[in-house]
């Protein structure tokens, strides 16, 4: 085999002979000097060795120009500097990503390594500054009391459970014993705190999750031994598993005729809630709320789960806490409900809270009493808000008023950018799934409601079969009865779509799923419902007929002029009346006849092509006479889209 002497090679490459002789010992070659010789086979190997080190060589030169040395901790300001970026920009950046800040102290490693890497640049740091900024600004977190919610069906005790707890007369002092808004209550047992959600069904529940900002560590399902595991209670227990928080089973009204609790843990176990004491995992407690039995047991049970979660959080530092209701107080003006999670809440805090920003003008405790301060888990009623803050919604201390503002308007510029733009989502419609890209597998997932249990089940059955390997069909949650305002944050949260079968999307419902983005189909026939989704999945760009509803007016006044026939008075409550459009009568809730044509739209005695919102007109229709005061006209279009 031919032989190579080892300056020749390193001439060749234009490197040093001792960087050579260096590889070849790395190769496992023995080499003497320069003088000595190789086998040429191994030049080859030697050229891929040089060009990995040079090319390794380059790319540590190029990170080592875009390095940073860290050898002292780095305020805001010194970051503004360094980046050199305006320090309202950074302030914004740091609150996008929840990060407590105070200028005065130094930025956390990890914030200052994202606000780097974004510029392009590394962070090298010297000796054992990291450690020394991290023992600076971290404070060791304490065990918090449990925040719990109480879940369950309509009527099935869940306001009346807490009142036993609190000993108080919450439940009778509620509109028809229903819980109309949310209450956060805290209680002491033996010398422990915990605190208590009481929501209207899950509703607030639900919103609170889309918008990510999960406050509950435990669920509290209540379920009433004579009546079972019922619509809502299902619904409870999808939206605390899409939660993924503990649930403890209360089944209440053990002391009712016809009480039956192996019947509830039967039912429950059917739908993966199996009791412990049938080898589950699932802590089922007897109770009678009404009559306070069983309710220092659940008390012991709820301390034992949080106990197993070992929840802890910081006391110290700016306090950062979620907004779980929000009004308007006469005497107080914006006020909001608001869990703490982190840090201490005091009265003097400036704060924001998504798009609104304020000064802690005053707290009030679940009693109404002022307090001075709040610590982690503790409900607090926040007097100082310059809006009101959505439910969900991150509330967060600023180190001043300045800092607040610059964060809530920067918010706000985002928001109404955004609502200018079409939002681009993965899972929301199915026309998106016409445009979906060839040889990859979409997945939507579907929220079904039908009328009775043997509808949805054949729905379901209908849908389960038309998955296929491009498109796969996930039913998230099914239910009986209309769609609800729970269903449409459910499907938010999840990217879902819903799928109505014989049931109702009321007016109020359908403004929600317009503002969350939630495609909603409804259907009378289940083939039409099958043939729908069958083009979507294929890809068919047939054109569809989709109403839209543009308006709604009350009949105020019927009268029959001669020659004309018979006309409604009508005051436009809502979006307007077309000359073009198509008109529904709905009576008592109920349709009575749809597709109608206007033959008359009049404003006084002038025909008009249309009629706004807060005005009164005549209206007449074809072949439909039987006008009576109190019905409503509902007004669309239908228009084709692909």
Same mark, same amino acid.
């Given at each position: 085999m031919p032989k190579i002497r080892i300056y020749k090679i390193a001439e060749q490459f234009g490197i040093p002979t001792s960087e050579l002789i260096d590889i070849l010992k790395d190769l496992g070659a023995e080499v003497k000097n320069h003088m000595s010789s190789i086998d040429d086979d191994l030049v080859e190997l030697i050229k891929e060795e040089i060009d990995y080190r040079r090319k390794r060589a380059e790319e540590l030169q190029k990170k080592k120009e875009?390095?940073?040395?860290?050898?002292?901790?780095?305020t805001l300001r010194d970051a503004a500097k360094l980046f050199n970026q305006d320090l309202d920009d950074i302030i914004i950046r740091l609150a996008d990503w929840n990060i407590i800040f105070d200028t005065r102290n130094p930025l956390p490693p990890l914030a200052l390594e994202k606000l780097a890497r974004e510029q392009g640049w590394e962070i090298e740091w010297k000796e054992d500054v990291k450690k020394k900024i991290l023992e600076a600004i971290s404070f060791e977190p304490q065990p918090r009391p449990p925040v719990v919610t109480i879940l369950g069906h309509v009527d099935h005790g869940k306001t009346t459970l807490l009142d036993a707890i609190r000993k108080s007369r919450v439940a009778e002092s509620e509109l028809g014993g229903i819980t109309q808004k949310i209450g956060a209550y805290q209680i002491e047992i033996n010398g422990q705190k915990i605190t208590f959600i009481d929501t209207p069904g899950h509703e607030a529940f639900t919103s609170?999750?889309?918008?990510?900002?999960?406050?509950?560590? *435990?669920? %509290?399902?209540?379920?009433?031994? $004579?009546?079972?595991?019922?619509?809502?209670?299902?619904?409870?227990? !999808?939206? #605390?598993?899409?939660?993924?928080?503990? *649930?403890? %089973?209360?089944?209440?009204?053990? $002391?009712?005729?016809?009480?039956?609790?192996?019947?509830?843990?039967? !039912?429950? #176990?059917?739908?993966?809630?199996?009791?412990?004491?049938?080898g589950g995992e699932t802590i089922c407690v007897n109770i009678s709320a009404l009559q306070k039995k069983g309710i220092a047991e659940l008390l012991e049970m709820i301390l034992l789960q949080a106990e197993l979660l070992e929840l802890k959080a910081r006391k110290e530092g700016h306090a950062v806490g979620t907004t779980i209701e929000s009004r308007i107080d006469r005497g107080k003006g914006p006020v909001a409900t608001v869990i703490v999670q982190e840090g201490t809440l005091r009265v003097g805090d400036y704060f924001v809270a998504g798009t609104t920003w304020g000064k802690v003008r005053s707290l009030f405790n679940d009693l109404g009493k002022p307090m001075k301060e709040a610590e982690p888990s503790t409900p607090v009623e926040v007097v100082g808000f310059t809006d009101l803050p959505p439910a969900g919604t991150k509330l967060m201390v600023t180190e001043s008023e300045k800092i607040a503002r610059i964060i809530a308007e920067r918010r706000a510029e985002i928001a109404r950018e955004k609502n200018l733009k079409t939002p681009e989502r993965e899972l929301i419609s199915l026309e998106e799934l016409f445009a979906r890209e060839e040889g990859k597998t979409k997945e939507v997932n579907l929220l079904l409601k039908a009328d009775f249990q043997g509808s949805l089940e054949a729905v379901e059955k209908?849908?389960?079969?038309?998955?296929?390997?491009?498109?796969?069909?996930?039913?998230?949650?099914?239910?009986?009865?209309?769609?609800?305002?729970?269903?449409?944050?459910?499907?938010?949260?999840?990217?879902?779509?819903?799928?109505?079968?014989?049931?109702?999307?009321?007016?109020?419902?359908?403004?929600?799923?317009?503002?969350?983005?939630?495609?909603?189909?409804?259907?009378?026939?289940?083939?039409?419902?099958?043939?729908?989704?069958?083009?979507?999945?294929q890809g068919m760009k047939e054109p569809v007929k989709v109403e839209e509803v543009i308006g709604?007016?009350?009949?105020?006044?019927?009268?029959?002029?001669?020659?004309?026939?018979?006309?409604?008075?009508?005051y436009i409550i809502d979006g307007k009346l077309e000359r073009n459009a198509?008109?529904?009568v709905i009576r008592n809730g109920e349709t009575i006849q749809e597709g109608l044509k206007i033959s008359s739209l009049k404003r006084f005695k002038d025909d008009v092509k249309e009629v706004t919102q807060g005005y009164e007109c005549g209206v007449g229709l074809n072949q439909f006479e039987d006008f009576k005061e109190g019905d409503i006209l509902e007004a669309y279009l239908i228009r084709e889209e692909k």
């Open positions: 875009r390095t940073i040395t860290i050898d002292a901790p780095v609170m999750r889309a918008r990510g900002a999960q406050v509950t560590d *435990i669920a %509290v399902l209540v379920v009433a031994a $004579d009546d079972g595991v019922m619509p809502q209670t299902e619904e409870a227990i !999808q939206h #605390a598993r899409a939660a993924d928080v503990p *649930i403890i %089973v209360a089944i209440n009204k053990i $002391d009712k005729p016809g009480a039956n609790p192996d019947r509830v843990k039967q !039912q429950l #176990a059917e739908r993966g809630l199996v009791p412990e004491e049938w209908a849908v389960s079969q038309l998955s296929t390997d491009e498109v796969k069909l996930n039913v998230i949650y099914k239910g009986v009865g209309n769609v609800t305002e729970a269903d449409v944050m459910l499907a938010s949260a999840s990217s879902g779509v819903i799928i109505g079968f014989n049931v109702k999307l009321p007016n109020e419902v359908a403004k929600t799923a317009k503002r969350e983005k939630v495609d909603v189909r409804t259907y009378r026939i289940i083939y039409d419902l099958i043939e729908d989704l069958q083009r979507a999945i709604r007016a009350e009949v105020r006044a019927v009268f029959k002029i001669p020659r004309t026939g018979t006309v409604a008075g009508c198509l008109v529904r």
